[in-house]
C-alpha cells in the first residue's frame, strides 16, 4: 500500500505489503490506521491464493476460489501525488485478519478479510463519512462468506493442479 515517488512516477516503498494486519487498524501511526478511517476499498476477485511457510520456505501453494462468481475482499486504499511531477497514483491492500479454521490446513497464518455479499454492508463500508470504524469491529472475526473451491497448486508460475479439489462451505 505504501509507494514513494520517484523519476518514473512511483515506486514501492521498502515498507510495502500487499496486506493489512487487523490488529494494526487501531494502532496510531501504523500504515492503515488513517486509511480504515477514511479510505476503505472493496477488491472484486475470483478468489486469492495462500502460500504455507515452513522455516521461511513454501511448504506449499493453494488456489481459492468462489464457488458462484466472485468475492469481495475489504481493503484499504491511498492516493498519492508526486509534488514534482503532480502525477497521481492509487494503492491497495487487502486486510488480513486471523486464520479460519476452516482454512489453517492451507494457511495457518492469516485469512483475507471477505466481505460479505450484502450491499448495504458494502456501501457503508465504501462510505467515506463513516469515520468510526467501531460498526465495522464485527467484520475483523475471520468469515468465509462465499463457497471456496481450494486446489492446491505446484506453484503459482506454473499453476499445476497437484491434488484433488476441495470444497469449504461458507460459513452460516
Same mark, same amino acid.
Given at each position: ?16 505489503? @500487499? ?11 501504523? #500504515?492503515?490506521? *488513517? +486509511? ?8 472484486? #476477485? ?16 493453494? !488456489?481459492?476460489? +468462489?464457488?458462484?462468481? +466472485? ?12 509534488? !514534482? ?46 469515520? !468510526? ?7 475483523? *472475526? ?7 473451491? #481450494? *486446489? *492446491?497448486? !505446484?506453484?503459482?508460475?506454473? @499453476?499445476? +493442479? ?11
Amino acid at each position: 500500500m505504501l509507494l514513494e515517488p520517484c523519476d518514473t512516477g512511483f515506486k514501492p516503498s521498502k515498507y510495502t505489503s @500487499f496486506n493489512t494486519r487487523y490488529d494494526k487498524l487501531n494502532v496510531k501511526g501504523s #500504515a492503515g490506521y *488513517q +486509511a480504515y478511517r477514511h479510505s476503505r476499498c472493496v477488491i472484486p #476477485a475470483k478468489g486469492f491464493g495462500e502460500t504455507e511457510y515452513l522455516n521461511n520456505k513454501p511448504l506449499h501453494y493453494h !488456489d481459492l476460489v +468462489a464457488k458462484d462468481g +466472485a468475492i469481495l475482499l475489504g481493503g484499504l486504499c491511498r492516493e498519492w501525488v508526486n509534488k !514534482d511531477t503532480g502525477e497521481t497514483a492509487l494503492s491497495c491492500s487487502v486486510i488480513t485478519l486471523p486464520p479460519h479454521p476452516k482454512l489453517i490446513h492451507i494457511h495457518s497464518k492469516a485469512s483475507p478479510l471477505l466481505l460479505p455479499p450484502d450491499m448495504n454492508l458494502v456501501n457503508r463500508w465504501l462510505d467515506e463519512s463513516i469515520t !468510526d470504524p467501531n460498526e465495522f469491529e464485527p467484520l475483523l *472475526q475471520p468469515h468465509i462468506p462465499y463457497g471456496l473451491i #481450494a *486446489q *492446491q497448486i !505446484d506453484k503459482p508460475s506454473s @499453476f499445476k +493442479a497437484i491434488n484433488e479439489t476441495i470444497f469449504i462451505p461458507k460459513d452460516l
